[in-house]
T-cell receptor
Framework: EPEVTQTPSHQVTQMGQEVILRCVPI?????FYWYRQILGQKVEFLVS????????KSEIFDDQFSVERPDGSNFTLKIRSTKLEDSAMYFC??????????FGNGTRLTVT | KQEVTQIPAALSVPEGENLVLNCSFT??????LQWFRQDPGKGLTSLLL?????REQTSGRLNASLDKSSGRSTLYIAASQPGDSATYLC????????????FGIGTKLQVIP
């Protein structure tokens, strides 16, 4: 069964550094998402992406965040200058029209 | 602002019991509702998706229902097994579709052998 893959599984970075989290969505899906989950808290929506542009973003997704689909397969989340409070599990998801969201296994980001 | 509430926060049951997990939402403009399972340190696995036009969906021992008028969904697990132990999340997509999905905090289920 096709799946969403995310790399790396764990990223440790120093405060102020840039990080890029990578995702390969399911190949025939049209809608792409990033979510995050701070330890012990709810899964929170960050951004959705459709037709090569952001379709919606949350208040969390400020100017420090950006997303790209640089080619036909990858979908990336960049955090320009990481803060301690960015430490969380970041999940990529994709879906087709009227189909369930499929999530990757996540990237655990630790900012020190 | 959309709120999704899940009750109970945690549940511990002996193996073989049938159980019900509850989810309520405040926004009546629902597009669909999805139930997920999350194992510790893992991603989210989709269990069932209910479109706004549907009343319920079934998959094996799982049955999810949707009552838009009352703003509720339930996940029924029949004949629970230790392997069902996980956190169960419900997620609401509003009628804007394909955009923001709001999650509940989940119900942590433990099935005791």
């Amino acid at each position: 069964e096709p799946e969403v893959t995310q790399t790396p599984s764990h990223q440790v970075t120093q405060m102020g550094q840039e990080v890029i989290l990578r995702c390969v969505p399911i190949s025939n899906h049209l809608y792409f998402y990033w979510y995050r989950q701070i330890l012990g808290q709810k899964v929170e929506f960050l951004v959705s992406f459709y037709n090569n542009e952001i379709s919606e973003k949350s208040e969390i997704f400020d100017d420090q965040f950006s997303v790209e689909r640089p080619d036909g397969s990858n979908f990336t989340l960049k955090i320009r200058s990481t803060k301690l409070e960015d430490s969380a599990m970041y999940f990529c998801a994709s879906s087709g029209r009227d189909s369930p969201l499929h999530f990757g296994n996540g990237t655990r980001l630790t900012v020190t | 602002k959309q709120e999704v509430t899940q009750i109970p926060a945690a549940l511990s049951v002996p193996e073989g019991e049938n159980l019900v997990l509850n989810c309520s939402f405040t926004d009546s403009a629902i597009y669909n509702l999805q139930w997920f399972r999350q194992d510790p340190g893992k991603g989210l696995t989709s269990l069932l998706l209910i479109q706004s036009s549907q009343r319920e969906q079934t998959s094996g021992r799982l049955n999810a229902s949707l009552d838009k008028s009352s703003g509720r969904s339930t996940l029924y697990i029949a004949a629970s097994q230790p392997g069902d132990s996980a956190t169960y999340l419900c997620a609401f997509m509003n009628s804007g579709g394909y955009q923001k999905v709001t999650f509940g905090i989940g119900t942590k289920l433990q099935v005791i052998p």
